[in-house]
T-cell receptor, first 116, second 115 residues
């Protein structure tokens, strides 16, 4: 079974400050991990993914995420937040185990609010 | 422009009146899927399709049907809608039907209200 948790419903940060949106996961094999962003009245857009290799993954719009196997986490980060980063962020996981699910599991989403 | 399109974008209907939400992608993707998004629950997958004529249930398939007669189209059918199917629906596609590592491209969403 696979699961993903986004422990914060909302994250508030001041413009120019670093931001972190948290995600933890549980899989039986190795994980494929994804971050998506949803702007108001829009569909989800892909930000970045971890498949294998370097634990630090860089993605769109200056976002990055760090895969931490021991803590089963894949937190999304950005060094300097912009007001335009305000959106809903979703973490998703797929299990790489043999016979693992083709159905991705999404977190509940975290609303990021960047204050001017 | 590479995209996933859905129609209609907004729909208000009544209980029991059959409806279809269309989804089309122009990227020659093998894998397509339908999700519903509800507050506090995130996205839950309804059905997915690995390729033409190959469909399978997701996490919440009850009350829905799909078909995949052509690679580009993946309509979602509600034979007898009920109020608990009021939700925001997203269609998505990705490149490789067998690849779990491909990101998905999402449509703009269809907001459905069932009275």
């Amino acid at each position: 079974a696979q699961s993903v948790a986004q422990p914060e419903d909302q994250v508030n940060v001041a413009e120019g400050n670093p931001l972190t949106v948290k995600c933890t996961y549980s899989v039986s094999g190795n994980p494929y991990l994804f971050w998506y962003v949803q702007y108001p009245n829009r569909g989800l857009q892909f930000l970045l993914k971890y498949i294998t290799g370097d634990n630090l993954v860089k993605g769109s719009y200056g976002f990055e995420a760090e895969f931490n196997k021991s803590q089963t986490s894949f937190h999304l980060k950005k060094p300097s937040a912009l007001v335009s980063d305000s959106a809903l962020y979703f973490c998703a996981v797929r299990d790489f185990a043999s016979g693992g699910s083709y159905i991705p599991t999404f977190g509940r989403g975290t609303s990021l609010i960047v204050h001017p | 422009e590479a995209q996933v399109t859905q129609n209609p974008r907004y729909l208000i209907t009544v209980t029991g009146k059959k409806l279809t939400v269309t989804c089309s992608q122009n990227m020659n993707h093998e894998y397509m899927s339908w999700y519903r998004q509800d507050p506090g629950l995130g996205l839950r997958q309804i059905y997915y399709s690995m390729n033409v004529e190959v469909t399978d249930k997701g996490d919440v398939p009850e009350g829905y049907k799909v078909s995949r007669k052509e690679k580009r189209n993946f309509p979602l059918i509600l034979e007898s809608p009920s109020p608990n199917q009021t939700s925001l629906y997203f269609c998505a596609s990705s490149l490789n039907g067998g690849g779990k590592y491909n990101e998905q491209f999402f449509g703009p969403g269809t907001r459905l209200t069932v009275l």
